[in-house]
């Protein structure tokens, strides 16, 4: 596709926020929009080499009031959308092995319900109850959603790239923003690897990138790229098909279903900032043990695939939303390993923010950069 030379509004980046952005500022009726994706395919970056996780849990009532306004927008995407997701609720649920994590766990269940998630409570020996197959010996307290469950973030993103494009849309992969340009305090134009494209707004929804973009317009974004990574096994008939999405909190270790098999991951706690997406087979090899440690039918099962992805972490693992000091220069991004099933919402809250000036959907205004600096950060306890 020839790229355009002007553009109403630029988004930067072709994963789950740029296309839901782009989607919904085209069902509002904007015309000109680009979206630009430095890959040969929309939609691997992070969103695409995520673990498809959705859930309701979270610490903090701003990440509940978000996933309580995307999550059913996951729900009704092939209705909405056209496009089929594989959303399947199979539940989450959440061990905690000592007494901290127990009471914080308490505490998250009540504002939970508070909020109408309707998350269970657990007992050590229910969450035994429930997982005999997982060594959960240690375990104190747990807590389980039965709404939660998977996505497929794939999907959700050519569902939105294709139905902006049949709005018009114009998606351009393989073009890679290499500057952008500001005078006298608002943004002008942005210099790509295929032209420079005159602008007066830019989204930058650049995911673990978005520190460089800000960087491009003078603007300190604080997130920083850190690996993640994570396997699958082959087919494991011992697993049943409503084994729910399990984390074992204080470990990071989660498994889920992934197709007759699991999809394993940890969180490698000492992992340095880095945009290396290799995989680490050393810490491969932690996670595994550990994964064994707790479910010893692993020890006759052989990885079938691995990879890694970047999360893109803020100081307050919350993301960030809204205006810079440069004026047409807006940000969504910063979503600390948790933003696949926040695409929907957040997309949708910058066409608010971009056409009626405010969010509406969810009052997210409490997220913006300008907290940073301000010392009004929000600690997110559920980071995985
Ligand atoms: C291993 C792993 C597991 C995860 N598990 C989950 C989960 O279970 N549930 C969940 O909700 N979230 C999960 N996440 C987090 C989730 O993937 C991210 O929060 C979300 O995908 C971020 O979407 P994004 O659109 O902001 O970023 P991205 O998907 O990374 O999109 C940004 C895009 O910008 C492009 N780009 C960057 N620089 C430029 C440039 N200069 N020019 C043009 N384009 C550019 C990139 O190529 C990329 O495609 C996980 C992440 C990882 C890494």
């Not at 082959?234 to 999809?263: C, M, T, W």
């Not at 099962?301 to 100081?315: D, I, Q």
Request: contains cysteine; hydrophobic residues 40%.
């Amino acid at each position: 596709m020839d790229t355009p030379t002007t553009a109403d509004i630029v988004i930067i980046g072709g994963g789950v926020m740029g296309a839901s952005a782009a989607y919904h500022l085209a069902q509002r009726g904007v015309k000109n929009i680009l979206l630009l994706e430095k890959e040969e395919f929309f939609g691997t970056g992070a969103t695409g080499r995520c673990a498809g996780g959705v859930r309701y849990q979270f610490s903090t009532e701003i990440n509940v009031r978000l996933s309580l306004e995307s999550l059913p927008m996951i729900e009704r995407f092939r209705d909405e959308i056209g496009q089929d997701v594989s959303y399947h609720p199979c539940g989450y649920l959440l061990v905690a092995t000592n007494e901290k994590d127990a009471a914080v766990f308490k505490h998250n269940v009540e504002m939970q319900n508070r909020l109408g998630v309707q998350t269970q409570l657990l007992s050590g020996d229910e969450v035994r109850k429930r997982l005999p197959m997982i060594r959960f010996y240690d375990a104190v307290a747990g807590t389980f959603h039965e709404k939660d469950g998977l996505g497929d973030p794939n999907s959700v993103v050519m569902g939105y790239v294709s139905a902006a494009q049949r709005m018009g849309v114009k998606a351009v992969n393989n073009a890679e923003v290499t500057g952008i340009r500001v005078s006298g305090g608002r943004v002008e134009g942005v210099e790509t690897s295929r032209g420079v494209i005159q602008t007066r707004m830019v989204v930058n929804a650049a995911g673990p990138w978005a520190g460089q973009m800000g960087q491009m317009a003078g603007v300190h974004i604080p997130i920083v790229p850190l690996r993640r990574q994570m396997f699958t096994t082959n087919a494991l008939k011992e697993i049943p098909g409503d084994f729910p999405f399990v984390i074992d909190f204080a470990q990071s270790l989660y498994f889920h279903r992934q197709g007759d098999g699991l999809l394993i991951g940890m969180s490698n706690q000492n992992e340095k900032p880095g945009f290396d997406q290799s995989v680490d087979e050393e810490f491969e090899l932690v996670n595994l043990e550990a994964a064994v440690e707790r479910l010893p039918l692993l020890e006759r099962a052989s990885r079938a695939s691995h990879w890694a992805g970047l999360y893109e972490v803020t100081p307050d693992a919350h993301p960030i939303y809204g205006k810079t000091d440069v004026d047409g220069f807006l940000v969504c991004a910063g979503f600390s390993g948790h933003g696949f099933m926040h695409g929907p919402v957040s997309g949708k809250l910058m066409s608010e923010l971009i056409l009626d000036g405010r969010f509406s959907s969810v009052d997210v205004s409490l997220l913006d950069l300008a907290r940073f600096e301000q010392g009004r950060l929000i600690k997110e306890y559920n980071v995985v």
